[in-house]
């Protein structure tokens, strides 16, 4: 007759699959967060019932007391004269022949400002998008 031997049973939890878990939702998250780029400048944006899906590459605002802002990229805006917008813009066209500007205009500016962005655009032959929030 043989001597059964009772294993004892522990009560264990095994943290691999959360840690992993974890790990996955913490690089979705550092991921995701990286694409959006928030706009720091307060612009009441005119509204459309059809937004774009294109991602614009270079971003001009315009707020309500007529300052211009301009940024490339996930960079940061920069305050800029009229003047400066133009060769700011070719320079990024020279980086990247592919890019978007977005064009950021409050909606209580005169439209002959939103107009001077658009010649820009269109002397340069850069796409342009403008940027409207949702009804």
Known sequence: MAIKRRKKITAE???ASMTDMIFL???FFMITSTIVIPNAIKVVLPQSAQQTSAK???RVTIDANLN???AFGSQKEKSVSFDEIVPFLQECAHQDPEMYVALYADETIPYAEVVKILDIANQNNFKMILVTRPI
Do not use: G
């Open 25 to 27: 939702l913490l690089i």
């Open 68 to 70: 211009y802002y301009v």
């Open 13 to 15: 939890f095994n943290m």
């Open 56 to 58: 614009p590459i270079t």
